[in-house]
């Protein structure tokens, strides 16, 4: 069996409502070129894959199940046909990059912001995610890069510390505790917290940072998101452990909540740089990954020393 691949579109493109007339213009070929190249592969396929309904083709029953088959062929053909354009031409690929809720207001902005002033022609196809501790690294393998505060310890992964996130302890703006700048948690244990769910890596370091001050912290509300949380702590139903907002973010506008310095060693959370290390990334995901490694050598994202 030789099918040609042209014959292969050409039925896809009939399968899906163009005419033969449509094929043949947009193809550029005469149109009795492009019902022979139909007629080869019905015979190579040994029966009927289309049958006239007035002036349109449609699919028999054999053709539509072929059609399945030739999609996910086309597509793996041309994602092979992308992959080595993109050796060519890095500059022209697409990033599948996935990133948590938290840092979409200033690090992967920036981070993206920075990349595509040297290339801007490489295209980024982003995914939010949670902190997870049991979710799946790189989105379920829809990403090939992450960036986030989960530590996967999976066989195969690849990650790289590229900032330090210092935390902050998130007080109604009437609370008494807002007069001071500075607040040791121990000061806090019989306050009600507002937390993240139970699976959230910040709610296990909230915890951890809790205990090792001498006390288990009462959550009495639970939230999917950060912004709840902090709504929450605005209505003074609680306080909370958050990441320090950043300047120019949504969450660092006055309003009803105030953000303490805690005192505490070890309140802060490490955001890192995921990666596969059993399939080589394309060459514009491994652009951006080398370009996110040189900003945090080089001090331009949040270290230790802030």
Known sequence: ??????????????????????????????????????????????????????????????????????????????????????????????VALAFQHSLATWLVPDLVRSFRAAHPNVRFQLTQVRDELHAPPLAGGHAELEIGTRHPHEPGIRTRRIAIEPLRLALPRDHPLGQQQHIPLADLADERFISLSPTSALRRLTDSLCEEAGFGP????????????????????????????????????????????????????????????????????????RHVIRRASAGRVPTLSE
Do not use: C
Request: no cysteine; glycine share 8%; proline share 4%.
């Open 1 to 94: 069996m030789n099918m040609e691949t042209d014959s292969l579109r050409w039925f896809q493109q009939v399968a899906d409502g163009t005419t033969v007339t449509e094929v043949s213009e947009l193809e550029q070929v005469t149109q009795s070129g492009v019902s022979r190249a139909l007629a080869r592969l019905e015979a190579e396929i040994g029966t009927p894959l289309l049958q006239r309904s007035g002036r349109i083709l449609r699919m028999t029953h054999a053709g539509s199940v072929f059609k399945r088959h030739v999609d996910a062929m086309l597509h793996q053909l041309d994602d092979g046909i992308a992959a080595v354009n993109q050796l060519i031409e890095p500059d022209t690929g697409t």
């Open 218 to 289: 009462d959550v009495v509300f639970e939230a999917e998101d950060l912004s709840t949380v902090r709504g929450f702590v605005a209505a003074g139903l609680g306080v909370a452990i958050v990441p320090a907002p950043r300047a120019g973010s949504p969450e660092a506008g006055t309003g009803p909540l105030l953000y303490r310095d805690i005192t505490d060693a070890g309140a802060v959370r490490e955001i890192t740089l995921t990666w596969s290390a059993e399939r080589r990334l394309l060459p514009a995901a491994d652009l951006f990954r």
